[in-house]
């Protein structure tokens, strides 16, 4: 059984920094993809970030610069580095590998 667990979250003001988490069971890192999605209030989930088992990345344009995905093999994490955080970057945040386990996700909210 695939289990997707995020951690991380939390209010922060703008301009700062979280980290997320995703620790994964059932699956390995690795070898598979493993990416971050987040769904704002009366909006569709969209794309983040992910991580593909060879170590490339790819970013929305709407984060690139200012978010960083990375993994640890030995912890089975995927983290998302988040900076410069934006009030249009609440949201909830979604880990998620193919071809189709999610997590349960983590709220972040970002706001003075």
């Known amino acids: 059984q695939v289990q997707l667990v995020e951690s991380g979250g939390g209010l922060v003001q703008p301009g700062g920094s979280l980290r997320l988490s995703c620790v994964a069971s059932?699956?390995?890192?690795?070898?598979?993809?493993g990416g971050w999605y987040r769904q704002a209030p009366g909006k569709q989930r969209e794309f983040v970030a992910h991580?593909?088992?060879?170590?490339?990345?790819n970013y929305a344009a709407s984060v690139k610069g200012r978010f960083t995905i990375s993994r640890d093999n030995a912890k089975n994490t995927v983290y998302l580095q988040m900076n410069n955080l934006k009030p249009e970057d609440t949201a909830v945040y979604y880990c998620r590998s193919p071809p189709n386990y999610w997590g349960q996700g983590t709220q972040v909210t970002v706001s003075s």
């Open positions: 059932g699956i390995i890192f690795s070898s598979n993809v």
């Open positions: 991580i593909i088992p060879g170590g490339s990345t």
